[in-house]
């Protein structure tokens, strides 16, 4: 069955802290894994997007590393600031060549940063 | 970058009435979007997927009666939940998949997905 946990389900760190998410799946054949923000009420903001063969990628502050063979990806925050209080979710295509493959969402983990 | 606007971003409305959730994608042709239901602290549950041209594909459990889908065009996606109860009261976000133009048309990629701002339903 094609599935996506992440852990922890909620985290709260203090504000200049560093932190780890974890997002382990089962989706497969895999095609990429996406790393979201999503504030209260708003829509999930792209952070990074890795493919099989992408071990890490960076934007900014966020790291995701990737892998592959134990299905395995986290998200490493830097320096947390106040904003970066929202939800993190983990997002998996199915790869299906050609055709669009369905995307598997995790629970997302709920980041609280304290000042 | 791509942006996919959502409108409206609240609306409350009494039981019995339809409410229309419009989808645009601003800045490139989506020929596929989707649209989701989440509840709190819950994850986005696929309700419909929207082929621009074609009939909307439900998912398991989903009233397409209930919830009924229009992509007219490359840019616009509707969701109307008709005759909305107080069990409809959600987050609905949409999706919207940018196209690629190859030499057999318009197709659909995982690799360009952007999401809308999402729409709090409150039916009292």
């Known amino acids: 069955k094609n599935q996506v946990e992440q852990s922890p389900q909620s985290l709260i760190i203090l504000e200049g802290k560093n932190c780890t998410l974890q997002c382990n799946y089962t989706v497969s054949p895999f095609s990429n894994l996406r790393w979201y923000k999503q504030d209260t009420g708003r829509g999930p903001v792209s952070l990074t997007i890795m493919t099989f063969s992408e071990n890490t990628k960076s934007n900014g502050r966020y790291t995701a590393t990737l892998d592959a063979d134990t299905k395995q990806s986290s998200l490493h925050i830097t320096a947390s600031q106040l904003s970066d209080s929202a939800s993190y979710i983990c997002?998996?295509?199915?790869?299906?060549?050609?055709?669009?493959?369905?995307?598997?969402f995790g629970r997302g983990t709920q980041l609280t940063v304290w000042p | 970058g791509a942006v996919v606007s959502q409108h409206p971003s609240r609306v409350i409305c009494k039981s019995g009435t339809s409410v229309k959730i419009e989808c645009r994608s601003l800045d490139f042709q989506a020929t596929t979007m989707f649209w989701y239901r989440q509840f709190p602290k819950q994850s986005l549950m696929l309700m419909a997927t929207?082929?621009?041209?074609?009939?909307?594909?439900?998912e398991q459990g989903v009233e397409k009666d209930k919830f009924l889908i229009n992509h007219a065009s490359l840019t616009l996606s509707t969701l109307t939940v008709t005759s909305a109860h107080p069990e409809d009261s959600s987050f609905y976000i949409c999706?919207?998949?940018?196209?690629?133009?190859?030499?057999?048309?318009?197709?659909?990629?995982?690799?360009?997905?952007?999401f809308g701002s999402g729409t709090q339903l409150s039916v009292l």
């Open positions: 929207s082929n621009e041209g074609s009939k909307a594909t439900y």
């Open positions: 999706s919207a998949h940018k196209a690629l133009w190859g030499k057999d048309g318009p197709q659909a990629t995982n690799e360009k997905l952007f």
């Open positions: 997002v998996v295509s199915l790869d299906r060549g050609s055709t669009l493959g369905r995307l598997y």
